[in-house]
């Protein structure tokens, strides 16, 4: 049974789906007034890994993931870029498809608050109704303190909340009934976007976004609720409170968090706010998107992820490793025989690594535990590899398995050993070396280096790949 770390509850619980069989996972998006950096793409990455090994166990998952594009920073980068906040958001968006098809993320619905505007206004209006909100000059506040589980989430008490709250100043505080209260609707001020409402012009806050876009699309209860561990509080305190207020249902049964990315040696926080970013369109400019995804996604989801060209090297060699075992196994296929009489004893061992990967990625989604053993699974058919025969039903089952396992965390090897091409000069390059013409045997192997074509001449014959 997969056990999840529920947020809420600070420990781990069995998985119970609403309904058998079928997720409804709702995961906070970015804010799109810039590309997105390696932190953001760190929640993406490890919510994606999640959903593909609950389909890996059997579940149909209903995945959605916002956009946030009607915000304070989409309208700054409006007004600096000269052009208007849709614009803004549109090209980020763009954007933001771009680098995720690049590290494989699967797709999902993706919900934007400029669709929702109507249906943000009901859901204020029915906790106005209902006293857990109000109007003041055009601006609708929660009353926080009605809702009392608030901060049950965050672990944390109304009255350490309160003394925070009642130290910030201005306007907004001053209109507030209490300093704890928090932005249902904004007022609209001067060259901004807004929309009519019952309370005049304004545009939706933060908070109410994801509460109506979840409930719309997944129902008043749903399944999962994850984002980075910074909008723990107060973004999902918030909405739990506005969503269990309108419906009287629990909002969420698990909350799942991922950690942060660290850079540098102090291990600070990746952030735009600090300034010590790198951005995944940047960076997949100059390394294998498939080298980045596998460094983002291989880590426990929880943990903090520390980001250097160190750690981001590692990944490469790791990565490299597995997919010189895949095309070890694809070489070998060409000549296995169909079967051999210790097939079973391998076949069991197989089945005993599989087992013990999902018992590793069951407990949590633990991916470094799971890759320890997948990195012994490597190791194992390649020493089962070097044997001079080698069975075709053995290579089949691991290569399923390997392929299957890698998938989950968005690796895919792409067989590039059907090349007509490659395969007829390697042949020709095998026949001048039998007549000792080995110059001719140097000029095809240059050639092939030059089209990016690796030779291996192996005691199996000469296998290839592409660099």
Not at 173 to 182: A, N, R, S, V, Y
Request: net charge negative.
């Amino acid at each position: 049974m997969i056990k999840i770390y529920n947020t809420l509850t600070r420990k781990k619980e069995v998985f119970h789906p609403i309904e058998a069989g079928k997720i409804r996972m709702y995961v906070c998006g970015p804010t799109v007034y810039n590309y997105i950096h390696i932190g953001n793409g760190r929640s993406t990455v490890a919510f994606d890994t999640i959903r593909r090994y609950f389909e890996y166990r059997g579940y149909n998952v209903h995945y959605v993931s916002n956009f946030t594009d009607v915000d304070d920073k989409i309208i700054r980068a409006a007004k600096e870029l000269e052009t208007t906040a849709p614009e803004v958001a549109n090209r980020f968006i763009k954007a933001f498809e771009e680098d995720t098809t690049a590290l494989h993320v699967k797709e999902g619905e993706h919900p934007r608050v400029m669709d929702h505007i109507a249906d943000i206004l009901s859901f204020i209006e029915v906790l106005i109704q209902k006293g857990f909100a109000y109007e003041a000059d055009g601006d609708v506040y929660y009353r926080t303190r009605k809702f009392k589980e608030y901060g049950q989430l965050s672990d944390q008490s109304i009255d350490e909340l309160e003394i925070g709250a009642s130290q910030r100043t201005g306007v907004e505080q001053q209109k507030k009934e209490d300093p704890l209260d928090f932005a249902l609707w904004k007022a609209a001020k001067k060259d901004e976007i807004s929309w009519d409402s019952p309370w005049g012009k304004g545009r939706p806050g933060w908070h109410i976004e994801c509460s109506v876009m979840a409930t719309k699309l997944l129902g008043n209860t749903i399944d999962i609720h994850g984002g980075g561990q910074d909008l723990e509080f107060p973004h999902h305190e918030n909405e739990i409170a506005q969503s269990e207020a309108k419906t009287g249902e629990t909002f969420a049964n698990y909350w799942m968090h991922n950690g942060y990315v660290t850079i540098g040696e102090t291990d600070e926080k990746m952030s735009k706010s600090l300034g010590n970013f790198v951005t995944v369109h940047d960076l997949i400019q100059r390394v294998d998107p498939q080298v980045l995804r596998f460094f983002l996604a291989t880590t426990q989801y929880r943990r903090p992820l520390r980001y250097s060209e160190v750690t981001l090297k590692e990944a490469e060699s790791n990565l490299h490793r597995l997919k010189n075992t895949y095309e070890n196994v694809q070489f070998r296929l060409k000549e296995a025989l169909e079967e051999l009489s210790n097939d079973a004893e391998n076949l069991a061992v197989l089945e005993k690594l599989k087992a013990r990967f999902i018992k590793e990625m069951d407990d949590d989604f633990n991916a470094a535990n799971a890759m320890t053993v997948l990195y012994e699974f490597a190791k194992w058919i390649n020493r089962y590899l070097e044997k001079e025969q080698v069975s075709k039903v053995v290579l089949q089952m691991a290569i399923e398995q390997l392929s299957e396992q890698l998938e989950i965390f968005g690796i895919i090897f792409e067989n590039n050993t059907t090349d007509e091409e490659v395969e007829a000069l390697i042949a020709a390059r095998e026949k001048a070396r039998k007549e000792r013409n080995f110059a001719r045997s140097d000029e095809i192997r240059n050639s092939l280096k030059e089209q990016g074509v690796i030779l291996e001449d192996t005691p199996q014959g000469t296998r290839w790949k592409r660099e």
